[in-house]
């Protein structure tokens, strides 16, 4: 789950927008959030971890050969020879931009907003050993599957009936979706390679955000202030299988829906500077919900034409029409997570990846591939009133060295969505109408991996040391 959370008159994206015309929204804070942060539902992808992987477009489902197999497909274990640990590192940068956003009684400066971070995404450590000819391995991980991370600061103008405004917004989102993974992949033929893991789901995130309209000489009129503090957790399991030949990779990867446990607290907070409308402040906390997490389903081909080359592609199809709120006795229960809708409009989505590696040089001790890919991600909330999803396109570009015991990968990925979308102008009298623009999303990513191979005679013995003794 990477996620943007948006600006006030940017994102309050008809999601449940009539509501709030009819004053309905500020009387419930939960749907407040939903309408606020509705843009953060809108960049969930089902991304593996890895620099390598993500070289290649993220298309390793039928490779998954290194110490991030269990976030592809955790059958690519059993390829493992040696203990292995990973650690896999990321840096974004992102630009937003809102741009010819106009009608006859409203218009807006276009306006954008710029961020960058780093943050660790994943690490693994992987124990394999033979039994009877045959490889086992075993491996515990945690990777960050959701990065909710967002902050944005932004001040322009609009017009609103030929009388300029001063509009501030600011939004700030920290936290993600964790899951831990103990996985285990056995080769049950020099053909055949079947995994399996368990994966705990943990998340907590926080939002803020702040909108401010003011008059051109300063004057406040309407102010929205509104904070969240969510957490969410469950347990599922992921099944995969690889069949493998000198030519040829087919494989496949099913994650099981779960049930999670699902819960937030609210602050409220609305005034109108002019007395035109109710000022309002509200704290809600709310019980534990349950949210059904779907299923998905993963294909990839993997072709070896000479043995310097590889070609990869993936396809990989999540239900999110079926990620439902169960909230007994409320009005939530039922609700489709990503536009509140009991008939949902939310598209189940199919990732498309795509990718080559070529073994730019073979040494003794040394061995540098190249790699290149592109890729499709749909995301899955689509803007109420134009109808249109955000679709990452893209490419990426990779590049890695194996010497001795240690493998370095570097990988750069460079997305971009366009989309047309909805704002919605409040004014201090409580009328308001949409007007539609264009939303530019350019990310550029950078991510690194460092595999170390350790001694197994050494790992044996430290293994011994802690469950046995001298």
Known sequence: MRGHSSLLLGALLGLGGQAYLQGQALQDPNLVFFILAGQSRTAFTMQGAGARAIGTGGAFIAVADDATAVSYNPA??????????????????????????????????????????????FFSFAIPWKHQGQNFVLQVSHQRIFDFSYKSDLIFNSRVGGNPRKNRQYVDQRGGVNVWSAALGAELSSRFLLGASINFWRGSWVFTSDSLAATSTGSPLTELSFAQNSAFRGVNWSLGTI????????????????????????????????????NTSETLASEVFQLQ??????????????????LTADWTRVRWSGTTIRAGGTSYDGLNFFDLQRVTGTPDVSDLRGGAEWIAFLGDKVVIPLRAGIFREPQPLKDRRTGEQRVFKGWTLGVGVKAGAFTLDVAYKKSDAMRNVARLQLTSSGTASYITG?????????????????????VRRALRWVFVGN
């Open 76 to 121: 690519g274990l059993a390829q493992l020879l040696k203990p292995e640990f990973s650690a896999v590192g990321r840096w974004l940068s992102r630009r937003q931009d809102f741009q010819r956003f106009s009608s006859p009684d409203v218009s807006y400066d276009d306006s954008s907003n710029t961020e960058s971070r780093t943050s660790p995404e």
């Open 243 to 278: 069949w493998r030949s000198d030519y040829l990779n087919i494989g496949a990867v099913y994650r099981s829906a779960f049930k999670a446990d699902y819960a937030f607290t609210n602050v409220l907070a609305f005034e109108d500077y002019s007395g035109g409308t109710p």
């Open 293 to 310: 997490w779907p299923e998905s389903l993963g294909i990839g081909l993997g072709l070896h034409p000479h043995p310097r080359w590889l």
């Open 438 to 458: 264009q939303e530019d999303l350019d990310e550029q990513r950078v991510f690194l991996s460092l595999i170390w191979q350790l001694d197994p005679l050494t």
